[in-house]
């Protein structure tokens, strides 16, 4: 039977364990940041956008700082395992092409990926401990594109005489570049323009 306009049925309590509640605020966190800036991610607005009270958040959370730093680590390793999962398969060469394809602001949830994470790049500057953080992703980072090309290296679709620290360094310098313009309003390249930068310097390392 067809509701009637205005009804509305009971909404079901969903109980979740403390560990599940938890990332959901650090989710919640991590789009509020993105969306609207770190200036926006007060305790009251990250309880607010979490569906908790903030009793609970503060429960959960020592302060905005242990709150922010923790969203950033989530955030980091939800989209590194999305960005593997995506550059899984084929030969090295395939594998770069597709990682560094997965990593391009192109759609709603990498754009936001990139900008939270230049929101925390400003924050980074002035605080230890996202300092620490924002470090420690970028190790990790960099862990990713130099296993990909060296596995590229063994199987023969890039070049054997790569110095693989530093074409690692060079690629993630220039993703880093081209998807910073992309992300932001007014950056002055297109994902399609971005790609093409990208993919060209990536075949450069081919065999």
């Not at 690629?171 to 994902?191: I, K, R, S």
Request: aromatic content about 4%; proline content about 3%.
């Amino acid at each position: 039977m067809k509701k009637l306009a205005g009804s509305k049925a009971p909404r079901p309590t969903i109980r979740h364990s403390p560990e599940v509640r938890k990332t959901l605020v650090l989710e919640a966190a991590a789009r509020l940041i993105a969306d609207e800036g770190l200036l926006a991610a007060t305790m009251r607005r990250i309880a607010e956008a979490a569906g908790i009270s903030l009793g609970t958040l503060t429960h959960h959370f020592e302060s905005i700082d242990d709150l922010l730093a923790q969203a950033l680590e989530l955030a980091s390793i939800q989209f590194t395992e999305a960005l593997l999962a995506k550059g899984a398969n084929g030969t090295g060469l395939v594998r770069l092409h597709a990682l560094c394809r997965a990593v391009l602001p192109d759609d709603v949830a990498t754009v936001r990926q990139w900008r939270l994470w230049i929101q925390f790049w400003s924050r980074a500057v002035y605080d230890p401990e996202l300092t620490r953080m924002h470090d420690k992703r970028y190790r990790a980072w960099h862990a990713t594109v130099e296993e990909v090309i060296q596995s590229g290296i063994d199987d023969g679709s890039l070049r054997s005489n790569l110095h693989k620290q530093e074409a690692t360094r060079h690629l993630v310098a220039l993703v880093d570049g081209v998807c910073f313009q992309v992300a932001l309003e007014g950056g002055g390249m297109t994902p399609a323009q971005g790609l093409r930068i990208i993919k060209r310097v990536v075949d450069e390392l081919a065999a």
